[in-house]
């Protein structure tokens, strides 16, 4: 089975700190992305990266910044966290163009909550 | 730019009933791919089924169907025979066929199955 595993479910930081959310896949995905899920908005992309050390933007990529040096991991990180980054956040992996379904598959999510 | 809208916040069904979610989607794009997804309470999100633009036939996986109106820009899921364990978030969610993974999501319909 594909895992994906995110490192933190709960977090709770104050406002200003530096939060690192961690994203491994054990699939060998070349695609990872970091969205982030809010009521009555749905998932919006923050980042995402088709190869070690790339990284686009995505949707809303403002206040976030991401860090890919391995092909398994994927780091969101929140430079000085602010109580509009309470959220849900949700990475997530897919296979490479060449093999791709398009098929997400999502870790369980991490809900920071900024004090 | 892509939109994808849910209308529908909550639904409830009965056990063993039948059930339809509504999507609807904005793309000036021909090929592309249409997906639901399910995040059960507190646990990952999966994919329930797929449909590529292209395919004209409606796509089925067991008791989950999609009711695929491409002129419409209409993308329904249809659960029949619901079960409890059906009770879930649902996401619509769009993807162009060069973006492998990027998904445009919609807001979300939270479906609960009532014994």
């Known amino acids: 089975d594909v895992k994906v595993t995110q490192s933190s479910r709960y977090l709770v930081k104050r406002t200003g700190e530096k939060v690192f959310l961690e994203c491994v896949q054990d699939?060998?995905?070349?695609?990872m992305f970091w969205y982030r899920q809010d009521p009555g908005l749905g998932l919006r992309l923050i980042y995402f990266?088709?190869?070690?050390?790339?990284?686009e933007k995505g949707d809303i990529p403002e206040g976030y910044s991401v860090s890919r040096e391995k092909k398994e991991r994927f780091s969101l990180i929140l430079e000085s966290a602010s109580t509009n980054q309470t959220s849900m956040y949700l990475c997530?992996?897919?296979?490479?163009?060449?093999?791709?379904?398009?098929?997400?598959?999502f870790g369980e999510g991490s809900r920071l909550t900024v004090l | 730019a892509q939109t994808v809208t849910q209308s529908q916040p909550e639904m409830s069904v009965q056990e063993a009933e039948t059930v339809t979610l509504s999507c609807t989607y904005d793309?000036?794009?021909?090929?592309?791919?249409l997906f639901w997804y399910k995040q059960p309470p507190s646990r990952q999100m999966i994919l329930v089924i797929r449909?590529?633009?292209?395919?004209?036939q409606n796509a089925t996986e067991n008791r989950f169907s999609v009711n695929f109106q491409k002129a419409a820009k209409s993308f329904s899921l249809k659960i029949s025979d619901s079960q409890l364990g059906d009770t879930a978030m649902y996401f619509c969610a769009f993807m162009k066929q060069s973006n492998t993974g990027k998904l445009i999501f919609g807001q979300g319909t939270t479906l609960q199955v009532k014994p």
């Open positions: 793309t000036s794009e021909n090929n592309y791919y």
């Open positions: 449909q590529e633009a292209y395919k004209q």
């Open positions: 699939m060998d995905h070349e695609n």
């Open positions: 997530a992996s897919s296979e490479g163009l060449a093999g791709g379904t398009g098929e997400l598959f």
């Open positions: 990266s088709y190869d070690v050390k790339m990284k």
